[in-house]
């Protein structure tokens, strides 16, 4: 409870910390500024209409609108408190003139088409997958295996069934044997995904589909995120091991469940016989462990990379390895900034990506 109010009254003081300044800054009437402070207003308190049940009673092109502009209204808070606090900063070190922040019209236009270009490009960037591919040399395996790694999907109110349809051709092209899915499949609210039957979408993939579970099927309900795994077809590994092609894939539930399975019992089994160990765990916490327990490789997601900048540098600081491959001992990992994206559908510093694994 003591952080919910605190985290209030931090967007309450950004909040008022910014709409001060666009009152002082933009060259408006009374009435102008007072229409803008209001949308702003709104477009937050939106974000508390898409956290209620009521959602799931409004129509959903309301719905889904209402998502995307409170959620989207929040980076634009962020951009806009960078702003003025580099421009305060500017001001009392005497580098930035008073007047530029009282009724200035080029600022106010210098600040309008910054932020809308560098939305407009992160939107661009967000809708361009990137295919990157990684090449691992094992002696466990046979000949080539391609292997597609997702995560991250968050099919919802903003990745509605026809997105989700572009991203299947997109990975179809790769004709790879298997596709793993390190969580997060599912936004957090399965109505949208109900209303459209998006499970029906998954059996077209080309491949065989191994999953885990990540934080945001915990937010939905974890056994209607299951059902829904289900309707899909995709293999579904919770604290579980499924032995395919001389290779081990672990899929560890989330640590959403504080009781869930250690590696080492889930290795445990395995131990001595010469599978390709593939852990999926959505979050990459205590990467230590895959090490000692032996696993040849890791699939996580849940970072974004941070999404957009600079909440990148918070993600590289927060994690040992926030975004890409990394190696630890003989056991390699990657964190994937996932395919799709939680609120506004902007990339920026960041990307959204379909990994193409090679083992030899």
């Known amino acids: 409870m003591g ?60 719905s889904r609108s209402i998502y995307e502009v409170s959620t989207s209204w929040l980076i634009i808070l962020l951009y806009l408190l960078i702003i003025f606090l580099l421009l305060d900063i500017g001001r009392l070190c005497h580098i930035v003139p008073k007047q530029l922040l009282y009724n200035s019209l080029p600022a106010s236009l210098a600040i309008l088409i910054l932020i809308t270009g560098v939305l407009f490009a992160g939107n ?21 295996k391609k292997i597609i790694f997702l995560s991250d999907l968050h099919l919802g109110y903003h990745n509605p069934r026809s997105e989700f349809h572009r991203w299947v051709e997109l990975i179809n ?4 044997d298997l596709i793993l899915i390190a969580g997060d499949i ?34 939905a309900g974890k ?24 290779m081990c894939i672990i899929g560890r539930d989330d640590r959403s469940n504080q009781k869930r399975k250690t590696l080492k019992e889930l290795t445990a089994e395995k131990q001595g016989i010469p599978y390709f160990t593939v852990l999926l765990d959505h979050q990459p916490y205590h990467l230590e462990e895959s090490q000692q327990q032996k696993i040849d490789l890791q699939l996580s997601g849940h970072t974004h990379h941070g999404q957009v900048w600079p909440l990148n540098w918070v993600t590289d600081a927060v994690y040992e390895c926030a975004y890409g491959y990394h190696k630890k001992g003989n056991t390699e990992y990657y964190v994937s900034s996932g395919m799709g994206i939680w609120g506004g559908k902007f990339r920026i510093c960041t990307c959204s990506e379909y990994v193409v694994i090679k083992i030899n």
Request: net charge neutral; glycine share 4%.
């Open 124 to 144: 661009v960037r967000y809708n361009h997958k990137q295919r990157k591919e990684i090449s691992i040399k094992s002696k466990k395996i046979q000949g080539t």
């Open 173 to 176: 092209e790769e004709k790879a």
């Open 3 to 62: 952080f919910i109010l605190l985290f209030l009254l931090i967007i309450i003081g950004v909040h008022t910390y910014v709409f001060w300044h666009l009152w002082c800054i933009l060259p408006m009437t009374f009435i102008w500024k007072t229409i803008l402070i209001a949308l702003g207003i709104i477009s937050f308190l939106m974000l508390f209409l898409y956290l209620s049940p009521a959602m799931d009673k409004l129509p959903l092109g309301l």
């Open 223 to 246: 056994e209607r995120s299951i059902d829904f795994y289900k309707k899909a077809g995709i293999h579904l590994l919770v604290d579980t091991t499924q032995v395919t092609d001389n």
């Open 186 to 219: 599912i936004d957090g609210n399965l109505r949208p995904l109900e209303e459209e039957s998006t499970w029906e979408e998954f059996p077209y993939l080309n491949a065989p589909v191994y999953a885990c579970l990540g934080n945001h099927e915990y937010l």
